[in-house]
């Protein structure tokens, strides 16, 4: 069986394909960006260079897979334009099962990442594909714990006072990898994946500092963080921060919460906390 990983050289699809490879699934992984043959020394059985926006290069990608786990670029304008071709090319492939990443909550449209996974989720029920939607939290690893040790110092662009909760991409990695590997059983499945944290900045900044024995300060930024101006085109600069200013005056006001039951279920174990997380950050140093 051969599992087709889409935006497979970000985090995300990164850590999906080692989760899938662990499992002993032959992997496909596509990516517009060339670095995805990077991970066939990470075990991938292959790995195609393509744009999800370009027909021909979405049908030779689902071309003789099975299962489908699309993962959309992240705080892109056209996702869900992404989404039904990758949706469309799928169905008219004979691919037996189509894996989701949305995102907890899809339904807060006035947040444009969310309104895009919403669309796709939508697109993914009327395919007539048995699915599975797989809804993650706000990753623990938008925090990078080796870079905040280093200059001692933790920032966000929200407040530092409003919780959030959270989920170890290592788990939501390998959730994704088990229902790809067992299809029946998750079938017209949605399942929410939380973690069972729920921290404010402060508080996240205090955990880093108790396990790495360093005196970490605390400060809230303007937004948005992480995005260099001039990367893409204006349209889609534009686009992402006018996502990421919203993301983060939600973050800030209401903060963002879930529940940690369905993936303790999925695991079998409870979920990752964050000091998990800190402690093996810490560990390769």
């Not at 995805?36 to 897979?65: I, K, M, N, T």
């Not at 938008?142 to 929200?158: C, G, I, K, M, S």
């Amino acid at each position: 069986m051969t599992v087709l990983v889409t935006a497979a050289s970000g985090r995300t699809g990164r850590s999906v394909v080692e989760a899938l490879v662990r499992k002993g699934q032959l992997v496909r992984a596509f990516d517009v960006n060339p670095e995805v043959h990077d991970l066939v020394d990470r075990g991938a059985a292959e790995a195609l260079v393509g744009d999800l926006l370009e027909p021909r290069d979405v049908s030779s990608a689902v071309d003789g897979v099975r299962v489908v786990i699309h993962i959309g670029p992240p705080m892109h304008p056209r996702e869900a334009e992404m989404g039904h071709s990758i949706v469309s090319a799928a169905r008219r492939s004979g691919v037996q099962h189509f894996v989701q990443f949305s995102v907890t909550h899809p339904q807060l449209e006035p947040l444009l990442n969310h309104q895009a996974k919403l669309a796709v989720e939508r697109l993914v029920l009327l395919s007539r594909i048995p699915f599975t939607i797989l809804q993650p939290m706000h990753y623990m690893q938008n925090t990078d714990v080796v870079q905040v040790v280093d200059a001692e110092l933790y920032r966000q662009p929200y407040s530092l006072d409003t919780p959030l909760a959270h989920v170890d991409l290592v788990d939501v990695a390998e959730v994704a990898a088990l229902v790809a590997c067992d299809t029946g059983r998750h079938s017209f499945a949605t399942y929410e994946l939380c973690g069972g944290d729920f921290l404010n900045g402060r508080q996240l900044a205090q955990i880093i500092e108790q396990v790495s024995g360093r005196s970490i300060a605390t400060e809230e930024i303007s937004p948005p963080l992480g995005l260099q101006e001039g990367s893409h085109s204006p349209d889609v600069d534009d686009y992402q921060h006018d996502a990421m200013f919203r993301l983060f005056d939600h973050y800030g006001r209401y903060g963002i919460t879930g529940n940690p039951n369905v993936l303790a279920w999925l695991l079998g174990r409870s979920p990752g906390t964050f000091q998990d997380y800190v402690r093996r950050s810490l560990s390769t140093r």
